[in-house]
């Protein structure tokens, strides 16, 4: 299987299942396009006429159409797919291996965002903080099912997870204990909406946290109109410069700002712009997971707006690239010279099997976006997984699981895409976030002729 697309003046052909990316002219271009449904001679002559005002020869088509050929032979091109044999074999090997956990130490949150997929932090249940107890065991549960894994890692999600902060050091501090017992290595990260960042939470998160998500939407008019506190009142002006303070402290790297973007700024690229302007250069926009009736939702109309801000950030990205300031975009990153190994590419994320989420009371779900639902609760941290049967269910999701994938050029690049987006929307955890898959594929041309304009210049 391959995939062309032009961008940027280039002409791109992605060889699917060997992972080879061509860099070609427009008469390899139209060959390749021809090549599987149409004989040589043929395409010699559709070629001849099209670039007849190019003065192109039939000799030098045919030598064009053989390189073609040579590189088929050589597995470059239409390589065959050799993956999905073993597509339901590979989770095997590591089957009954946690290696993360996402403690959700905080349902309960200090800001009433709208488009809050977890109902303000409370997933749809009572308001309430993890224990220290509960954490300690939640850690204990890592330990103990992660096999010979020697990296392990604990993200500390809510709700806000510094409405806790105290619980959040006593953990990172019995972790760093059970280390030295076990012989493992935590690695921890952080999400905050930044509210309660202060010269504490700045000097332990450069100490201990590998990596800190920060909620930012962009635009001081975007972010104040979904990101409001309890009394209406938006967070632009508040957050901003504690941002800004734990950034340059952890001198600018290990972080990343993670936006929304809604129907309100399907823009989104003007957002990113004035994280820019703002300092920060690790960044992320997501777009909104809600309901098609929620306010928020992304319409057809924003969907092709969407398409067209992607190109213009690859091209803000290529631009900020040559002038020696440049900027990571979440969604762009991609090394075409190794990439994911073939375990993660079929298998996809992990989660509800090497992934999971622990609620305040020590109950198990695949992920953050599953909780609060009980037909989705795996079992506890004290008796394991108990429901089998979902986490079956789970270790069967892969990118082979989805029959709309088929056909698909980018399903080595997104693994089957969220499990948690597409039962939202289809039902199943192996339906499919149509919506999702249309953005996803713009993102990874994008990504993959910024990889290749780097490699030209």
């Known amino acids: 299987m391959i995939h062309q697309f032009k961008q940027g003046g280039l002409c791109v052909v992605v060889d699917v299942f060997s992972g080879a990316i061509h860099l070609v002219d427009d008469v390899a271009y139209d060959i390749i396009a021809l090549y599987e449904t149409t004989e040589k001679e043929q ?47 590979l989770k095997e090997k590591t089957s009954g291996v946690v290696k993360a956990l996402c403690l959700h130490v905080a349902h309960t949150c200090n800001l009433n965002c709208a488009y809050c997929f977890a109902s303000q932090g409370k997933y749809s249940g009572e308001r309430a903080v993890m224990s220290e107890e509960v954490g300690k065991r939640a850690l204990d549960f ?56 202060d010269d504490d939470v700045i000097d332990f998160a450069n100490r201990e946290m590998s990596n800190v998500v920060l909620s930012l939407d962009g635009r001081k008019e975007i972010h104040d109109e979904f990101r409001v506190d309890y009394a209406g009142k938006g967070s632009f002006d508040k957050i901003v410069p504690k941002f800004q303070k734990l950034v340059e402290a952890r001198g600018g790297k290990d972080y990343y700002m993670r936006g929304t973007f809604t129907h309100r700024n399907p823009d989104f690229v003007n957002d990113i712009r004035t994280m820019l302007d703002l300092g920060f250069d690790e960044l992320s926009m997501e777009p909104v997971v809600c309901a098609p009736d929620d306010p928020a939702a992304l319409n057809d109309s924003d969907l092709e707006m969407v398409m067209q801000q992607y190109e213009e950030l690859a091209s803000l990205m290529l631009e900020r690239r040559r002038q020696c300031k440049p900027f990571t975009f979440y969604h762009y990153m991609i090394d075409l010279s190794g990439g994911p190994c073939i375990y993660k590419r079929v298998s996809g994320c992990g989660s509800g099997t090497e992934y999971m989420a622990v609620t305040p009371w020590g109950d198990l779900y695949p992920c953050h976006q599953f909780v609060g639902d009980e037909k989705f609760k795996l079992g506890d941290i004290y008796n394991g997984v108990t429901n089998t049967a979902l986490q079956n ?39 499919i976030y149509e919506n999702g898959c249309k953005l996803f594929r713009k993102r990874m041309e994008c990504a993959i002729f910024l990889e290749a304009m780097k490699t030209l210049e």
């Open 43 to 89: 395409i010699v002559n559709t070629l001849v006429e099209k670039y007849a005002h190019e003065n192109l020869s039939r000799e030098e088509i045919g030598e064009c159409y053989d390189e073609i050929t040579e590189l088929k032979n050589e597995g470059k091109l239409f390589s065959p797919d050799t993956f999905a044999p073993i597509s339901n074999k």
């Open 142 to 197: 890592l330990i103990e099912n992660s096999g010979t894994r020697h990296n392990l890692e604990v993200d500390f999600f809510g709700g806000e997870p510094l409405m806790n902060f105290d619980v959040v050091k006593n953990l990172v501090a019995y972790a760093r204990e059970r280390e030295k017992e076990t012989g493992k290595n935590f690695r921890f990260t952080l999400t905050t909406n930044g509210m309660l960042i």
């Open 393 to 431: 269910e789970f270790k069967q999701c892969n990118v082979y699981a989805h029959p709309e994938c088929n056909d698909c050029w980018a399903k080595l690049y997104c693994s089957g895409g969220c499990a948690a987006n597409a039962y939202h929307a289809t039902g199943k955890i192996t339906g």
